[in-house]
């Protein structure tokens, strides 16, 4: 049986500044000192809001203790200076790269915001204008919207990892075969013709043919083929592959950008590149507020000044417009929602790593499994055992374990695990010999036991009619025999183990309203049955990794789809796929390029997932619906328009109230938690 397994990241529109957005490639090393940047500039400036907060009067009063020192406006004025310049560099910087781009967002806005509120603070302070300023609501603005774009770039940032884990598979040398042996090289200096040699137990260096030898490959982990795949002269061999028992020798006949591996990695960088790079909603309610808030400031400014009044109240006006529209709520709308529900998934055994996850898991109409260690357990197990002459099931297979034991083949583990499991006393063999593609044999308490291959006894002479054999095949199961002489002593039928918690998965996500498929490498038998035990709604067999991302976009014209996978050969369909959720137990690769990663490896958590990810999306659109609804309705009072009827909004309740509007939006995000993840999970919301 197969299956492939690979992960895929999607981009997230980022809001963060060009010098603070690594590209999506480029290595781990930019992402990290980014993010070691972000923090270190929200620690430095949270400390130093502590004194601008103990200093400010307004607070004071608020905190009901009062005291003041000679130059404590100047002090404050200082630490605001230090605040505005190196904790507000990143928006800064972000607004430049926004204008130049002319995409205005939440760099502008923020950006507008810190600086009117410096400016006209920094003008009071200094005697050049009457009022209040407002370094206090400066400094805790850039704090916020710090700490939010941290966990923000913490949520992106696994993108470049994924590519990497991918190159990490192949091996870093080669034994080149030359008239005087074999000598160890790099990788990288194999050409084309080369004839290299690999080991039993090694991984094939790169794409070749086999010239010499024979063995057992497992391509598991490329291809998604479960079973381990002969390979004899002639056959041809993919980089990355494990080899089995025998040497091969083995002819380049790729290297580079030209291998298998190289194809899937692109494919992967293609896919995670050309996923959409729509704003998120928080950006695009900070343009919205942005063009609100310029335009009602300078209409606010213009306005009372044609109108006469005193260019005092008029500056203050503008300015009040310009504090109420300092996105805290907006800003924390997102962020702090994603950390809520990162921690809720945490507890539930799920690591989301990708809010545009979030966003598409609401609007999700298929779940696409990957089978080999997704559904399946990815190792072999005995199904049926057969006795076939006077000898006891437990006996015969005992026997056969004898001689499994001393092989390394998945065939061969199934059947003693399976002695093992039964608590049975696997007796010692002597004179071990494997026979390549055709079995073992052994001497085993003063016999000479062997566990063939029907092949291997169709050149005896030998045939075995039994109909739970010829039902085992039909399922795609795996026949092995136990021998003596001439005589066949037993059967055994193996099948990749059908995980415990996959029916129930299957049946939850179908109560959702979910539609499940499965893409597999495997041949149709074995699909077929794995299919049909699962009561899965469809399912393509025999697709290649680059095919599993094609059959994904072709779901993907009717449907919006989550694809389930943890292996190299699901990277292309995980990063194509609206949501790519990875198996825990997986592959480096898998983890690293998933939105969402299955920590406890249980099939049973893709429902949780999609529980948390259309509850967040929930909280994110509550909490953006609250702070744009507040905006529209303290922008006009702001700006003075109720003015003749006695009601006006002075800067510091402006910014008290701000304040307010961002604790509401924390208390939402908090509700979250009471979120049921483990609860009954029937239908759509």
Known sequence: MTDDHAPAQHGAASSMPEEHAAPMHGGTRGHDAMLADYRRRFAVSLVLTIPILALTPGVQQLAGVEFSFPGQELAVFLLATVVYIFG?????????????????????????????????????????????????ELATLIDIMLLGHYVEMRSVMGASR?????????????????????????????AIGDAVLVRPGEKVPVDGEVTGGASSVNEAMLTGESKPVRRVPGDRV???????????????????????????????REAQESKSRTQDLADSAAFVLTVAAVTVGTVTLVGWLVLGRDPAFAVERAVTVMVISCPHALGLAVPLVVAVSTS?????????????????????DVVIFDKTGTLTEGRFGVTTAVPLADLPEDEALARAAALEAMSE???????????????LA?????????????????DVEGRRPRVVSGGALEEQGIAVDDDRLRAART??????FLAEGDRVLAAFALADVVRPEAKEAVTELRSMGYRCMMLTGDSRTVAAAVAADLALDDYYAEVLPHEKALRVREVQRQSRVAMVGDGVNDAPALAQADVGIAIGAGTDVAVETADVVLMRSD???????????RGTLRKMRQNLGWAIGYNSIALPIAAGVFAPLGLTLRPEIAAISMSGSSVLVAVNALLLKRLNVDGDHTGRD
Do not use: C
């Open 238 to 268: 993919i980089g990355g592959a494990v080899n089995g028992e025998g040497a091969l020798t083995v002819r380049v006949t790729a290297t580079g950008k030209e291998t298998y591996l190289a194809q899937v990695i692109a494919l992967v």
């Open 426 to 442: 696997i007796p010692a063999t002597e004179n071990f010999r494997a026979v390549p593609g055709r079995g073992v044999e052994g």
């Open 603 to 613: 099939p049973e958590d893709v429902a949780r997932a999609l529980v948390i990810g």
């Open 162 to 190: 994924a590519l990497e884990a991918l190159v990490r598979i192949m091996p870093s040398e080669a034994h080149l075969v030359s008239g005087d042996g074999t000598v160890d090289v790099p990788v990288s200096e194999l």
């Open 475 to 480: 399922r795609g199961e795996t026949v092995v």
């Open 409 to 423: 083949h998945p065939i061969a583990r199934g059947i003693a695990d399976e002695a093992r499991r039964r608590g």
């Open 344 to 364: 809720l998934a945490a507890g539930a055994g799920l690591l989301i790593r990708d809010r545009q996850a979030f966003e598409a898991a609401r609007d999700l």
């Open 88 to 136: 507000g560099r990143p928006f800064l910087a972000g607004f430049a790269e926004e204008v130049r781009t002319r995409r205005i967002g939440m760099m502008t806005l923020i950006s507008l915001a810190i600086t009117v509120a410096y400016m006209y603070s920094a003008a009071v302070a200094l005697g050049l204008a009457p009022g209040m300023g407002f370094f206090w």
